[in-house]
């Protein structure tokens, strides 16, 4: 079996084996998912997208808990089809896509976030672009993934993941209409959070 193979698993997760890869995910994830939690405004109903929601259990925690409105978005067709019949809740939409061009109404969330799943993005760019349109004036956009030095010490370009420094990350965010809120370590030397807030048109 080749590397590539190795990381399909969590690029685009199949059958028994996703099930399993994003089971592995969401555990190995639990202060990342604990930020994302902490995050949200509930003082009104927001508009929540996730991408890259993988077994959806995040989503579904979110929307058990609250009345608010949640999405997700997942380029897994497995994935879509096990979460639509493990979380049937009446505030949780579930979509088959890809962040790179979506459906979503411009402006039609207050938050977006993502955790681990830049490294599959093909053109972060086009990516921050999207993200752009259908966050609303005032909205938050909350990316989440592995330190890029812990990445490149991995060698996780041989996995066939992409690894993008910060500073770029940063630079097409703000070529695509956003500003940075707050770059953090979550788990040090290992995980970092990175919070998104789009410009504001002069008056």
Same mark, same amino acid.
């Given at each position: 079996?080749?590397i590539?193979?190795?990381?399909?698993?969590?690029?685009?997760?199949?059958?028994?084996?996703?099930?399993i890869?994003?089971?592995?995910?969401?555990? !190995?994830t639990?202060r990342e998912?604990? %930020? +994302? #939690?902490?995050?949200?405004?509930?003082s009104?109903?927001?508009?929540?997208?996730? @991408?890259?929601?993988?077994?959806?259990?995040l989503?579904a925690?979110?929307?058990?808990s609250?009345?608010?409105?949640?999405?997700?978005?997942?380029?897994?067709?497995?994935?879509?089809?096990h979460?639509?019949?493990?979380?049937?809740?009446?505030?949780?939409?579930?979509?088959?896509?890809?962040?790179?061009?979506t459906?979503?109404?411009?402006e039609q969330?207050?938050?977006?976030?993502?955790?681990?799943? !830049?490294?599959?993005?093909?053109?972060? %760019? +086009? #990516?921050?672009?999207?993200?752009?349109?259908?966050?609303?004036?005032?909205?938050? @956009?909350?990316l989440?993934?592995?330190d890029?030095?812990?990445?490149?010490?991995?060698?996780?370009?041989?996995?066939g993941?992409?690894?993008?420094?910060?500073?770029?990350?940063?630079?097409?965010?703000?070529?695509?209409?956003?500003?940075?809120?707050?770059?953090?370590?979550?788990?040090?030397?290992?995980?970092?959070?990175?919070?998104?807030?789009?410009?504001?048109?002069?008056?």
């Amino acid at each position: 079996m080749t590397i590539s193979k190795l990381a399909r698993p969590f690029a685009k997760p199949t059958g028994y084996t996703g099930i399993i890869s994003t089971f592995i995910m969401s555990r !190995l994830t639990h202060r990342e998912r604990s %930020f +994302i #939690v902490e995050m949200i405004d509930y003082s009104k109903p927001p508009s929540v997208l996730e @991408v890259g929601f993988g077994n959806g259990s995040l989503l579904a925690q979110l929307a058990n808990s609250n009345h608010a409105n949640f999405y997700g978005l997942e380029y897994a067709p497995d994935m879509v089809t096990h979460a639509k019949q493990m979380y049937p809740l009446p505030n949780l939409n579930i979509s088959l896509g890809d962040i790179h061009q979506t459906d979503y109404l411009s402006e039609q969330f207050d938050m977006i976030y993502t955790i681990n799943t !830049l490294y599959f993005w093909s053109d972060p %760019f +086009i #990516v921050f672009k999207e993200l752009a349109r259908i966050l609303n004036r005032n909205g938050t @956009v909350i990316l989440i993934y592995l330190d890029e030095q812990y990445l490149s010490f991995m060698h996780a370009d041989k996995f066939g993941l992409s690894i993008y420094r910060t500073r770029d990350l940063i630079r097409f965010a703000q070529k695509a209409g956003f500003y940075v809120c707050s770059h953090n370590e979550i788990k040090k030397k290992f995980s970092c959070s990175l919070v998104l807030k789009k410009k504001q048109p002069l008056a």
